[in-house]
C-alpha cells in the first residue's frame, strides 16, 4: 500500500517511522511519504492561509497550494507515483482523506475497507480547514472522503491522521505478527472485547477470575463472550442490536 499525507506540519507525522507503522515502511509493505503543503506556495511568505468570504473568525486555507500538492503527489513527486488508474470510474483512483470534524464517522469497518485500497492520500486541514473548492476538484481525480474520528474538534488533520493511519496499515496482512490478534478485539464482532489479565495470579489483594485458572477452554470462551456483551450494554449500549 501507498500512503502520502500532506501538512504544514510534516514533523507532526514523525510517529509514523515508529513501531509497527515503522517496520511496515522498512520491509517494504508500506510506501509512505509525508509532504510539507508549504512546498507548493509560490509566494515569499509561503502562505497557506486567507480570510474566509462572508467573514467570521479564523483563517482558511487557500485552494492554489493544495492542488499543487495534490497533483504533484499524483505525478510522483517525492514518492513512487502510478499516473494510470486515476480516471473517473477507475476502481483504482487513489483515495483522498480529508480529516474534518464534519466529515463521515472512520470506524473499524472503513479501516477494513481502506486497508483494501491501493493509494492514500491525507490532506491535513489547519485553521478553520480547506476551501470548499479543493474536495470538489479533487474528485475529478480522486475518490474525495471527508472523515471524522469523533464528535470533537481538534486543532488541525494530523492527529486525525495519525490514527486512521493507524488503524488501516495494522489491517495489512503481515503486519500484525498473530493475524488472530486482530479477530479477538473490540469491534471486530461489533462488541467490546472481555477484560484481560496477565501475571501475577493474585495482585494487591485483587484475583484474576478463577475460569480463566481452569484450562477449561468452552467454559472460559462462554464466560469472555458473556464480559464482552455486559461490557458492550454497560459502556456503548450504541453498539448492540435494538430489543426486538
Ligand atoms: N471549522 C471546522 C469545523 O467546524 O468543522 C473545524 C476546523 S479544525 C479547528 C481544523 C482541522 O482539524 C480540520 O480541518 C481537520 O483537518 C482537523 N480536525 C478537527 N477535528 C477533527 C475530527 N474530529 N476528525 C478529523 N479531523 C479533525
Known sequence: MRIDVVSIFPEYLAALDLSLIGKARASGLLDLTVHDLRDFTTDRHRTVDDT???????????????????????DGEGGAADPGGTTAGDQRRPVLIIPSPAGEVFRQATAHE?????????????????DERVALWAAERFDVRPMSIGDYVLNGGEVATLAMV????????GVIGNPGSLTEESHA?????????TKPASWRGLDVPDVLLSGDHGRIARWRHEQQLTRTAERRPDLLPPPA
Open 166 to 173: 493507524e488503524a488501516i496499515v495494522r489491517l495489512i496482512p
Open 189 to 197: 464482532d461489533g462488541l467490546l472485547e472481555y477484560p484481560m489479565y
Open 52 to 74: 474566509p468570504y462572508g467573514g467570521g473568525a479564523g483563517m482558511v486555507m487557500k485552494p492554489e497550494p493544495w492542488a499543487q500538492a495534490l497533483t504533484a503527489v499524483l
Open 114 to 130: 481502506l486497508a483494501e485500497t491501493d493509494h492514500l492520500v491525507f490532506a491535513c486541514g489547519r485553521y478553520e480547514g480547506i
